[in-house]
C-alpha cells in the first residue's frame, strides 16, 4: 500500500474508488475530502496499486485514545475496484494499517449494504438507528488485543 499525500497522486482513477464510497458524489466533494487528507496530519490516505493502477484505497483518521498508550481509528473511505472484490482485498487493507499505525483500535460507520463485510473482518456491530430518513446505521468495532497484532 501506498500512502498518498500530494494532489498529483490523486489520480482520475483514485478519484472513482472514492467516489464509490459517497453519496451524491460530485467533483467539488471530492476535491474537498481530498484536501482534508493533505492537510491534516491525523488523516492518512493509501492506495493498493498493480503496475500503478489503483486496486483499491483506504481512508483513515487516527487520534490518541485516553485509555491506552496506542492510538485509535476511524475508518473514512474504504473501496475496492469492483472486479476484484471478494478476494480478501479490504481485509487485508485493513489489516496492514492496524499493523502500521500499532492501532489499539478501529472503527466504521456504514449502512446495511456493507454492515456484513466489516463483520467477517472480525468487527462487532452495533446499529445507530436511522440518522437520516430511512436509513439505518451501524458502528462498527474492532478491538486490537495486542496493539499491532491481531
Do not use: N, W
Not at 503496475?51 to 476511524?74: C, F, H
Not at 481485509?91 to 456504514?110: G, P, Y
Not at 468487527?123 to 497484532?149: M, Q, W
Request: aromatic share 8%; net charge neutral; charged share 30%.
Amino acid at each position: 500500500m501506498k500512502l498518498l499525500k500530494r494532489a498529483e497522486e490523486f489520480t482520475p482513477a483514485v478519484r472513482r474508488l472514492i467516489e464509490q464510497c459517497l453519496y451524491m458524489a460530485d467533483d467539488k466533494k471530492i476535491s474537498k475530502i481530498i484536501d482534508l487528507y493533505i492537510s491534516e496530519s491525523c488523516r492518512f490516505f493509501y492506495a493498493l496499486l498493480e503496475d500503478g493502477v489503483p486496486q483499491a484505497i483506504i481512508g483513515i483518521s487516527v487520534r490518541k485514545e485516553a485509555t491506552s498508550e496506542s492510538p485509535a481509528a476511524t475508518i473514512l473511505h474504504i473501496a475496492v475496484d469492483d472486479h476484484l472484490r471478494t478476494r480478501g482485498i479490504g481485509r487485508k487493507m485493513i489489516d496492514e494499517v492496524i499493523e502500521k499505525h500499532k492501532l489499539a483500535s478501529i472503527q466504521a460507520q456504514t449502512d446495511q449494504d456493507s454492515m456484513e463485510f466489516y463483520r467477517t473482518c472480525g468487527f462487532s456491530i452495533t446499529s445507530l438507528g436511522e440518522l437520516y430518513p430511512g436509513v439505518e446505521r451501524f458502528l462498527c468495532e474492532k478491538k486490537i488485543h495486542s496493539a499491532g497484532f491481531q
